[in-house]
């Protein structure tokens, strides 16, 4: 049977933005499969709160998503179990310094695989569902994608690869999927600095280049990606929406 409420397959769910976003799609009754890799127990606790405030609302996806096999897996374990996809949101991503002297091969394979071919092969895999449902697909991107964060070409590359598929996916989908992104600025700080005190020093920079002057919230970006899901945005495909407080460099 198909189920009677929308259903969105979030990649990275289990902490941080991904999080965030599940739990503000979950409050405004979308159900959820949750894609996480190695955060096991978030993902279980995340779920687990989700299921006690609605009752069969959630399916925990294990997956490394640089195993190209494991996508269309995803997609069809999420169709197998609601019945249903109504909307995708790629917002799993590796993120890792990259400084170009000792960078290798496989960073740059681990980095394309994870951050740009991941999400295109998710939304092509999901495609036919999306279609079915009129829904809509949202990359989670980042400022860095158009400018270059020094020490992470290869992030930096990944990201402004993400916005140029979010680009063509939206001509190639439409007229019956909207693609769209959103590109956070300074939400959440890295979780580890091997210099704390540079780290506060870039961190103070950053905020200083920023016009609101402060950083943003999980749920600023989860609001954005809400709406691009939404028939609010009904109008809306192929565009990045900013998240950044005005980031000015």
Request: with cysteine; glycine share 8%.
């Amino acid at each position: 049977m198909r189920h009677p409420r929308p259903v969105v397959l979030v990649t990275g769910a289990a902490r941080r933005i991904g999080a965030a976003i599940a739990r503000r799609l979950h409050a405004h009754g979308y159900d959820l499969a949750l894609h996480h890799h190695h955060s096991v127990a978030d993902a279980t606790d995340l779920a687990a709160a989700l299921e006690t405030a609605r009752d069969g609302s959630t399916l925990l996806l294990q997956a490394d998503l640089a195993r190209f096999d494991r996508l269309p897996e995803l997609v069809a374990a999420c169709v197998g179990h609601f019945g249903r996809l109504d909307g995708l949101v790629n917002n799993a991503s590796l993120f890792q310094p990259t400084p170009l002297a000792t960078a290798t091969p496989a960073q740059w394979d681990a980095m394309m695989s994870t951050n740009a071919r991941a999400p295109l092969f998710l939304a092509m895999a999901a495609a036919p569902h999306l279609r079915a449902a009129g829904g809509a697909v949202v990359n989670v991107t980042d400022l860095y994608a158009g400018r270059p964060l020094h020490g992470h070409a290869f992030y930096s590359a990944s990201k402004a690869a993400l916005v140029s598929l979010t680009r063509a996916l939206a001509q190639e989908l439409a007229p019956d999927v909207r693609v769209n992104a959103v590109a956070p600025g300074a939400i959440l700080w890295p979780e580890q600095a091997s210099d704390p005190q540079q780290a506060q020093a870039r961190q103070r920079a950053i905020l200083d280049a920023t016009s609101l002057g402060r950083s943003g919230a999980p749920g600023d970006v989860a609001a954005a990606v809400h709406w691009l899901l939404s028939a609010d945005a009904g109008y809306v495909t192929g565009q990045v929406l900013h998240v950044d407080g005005g980031r000015e460099r």
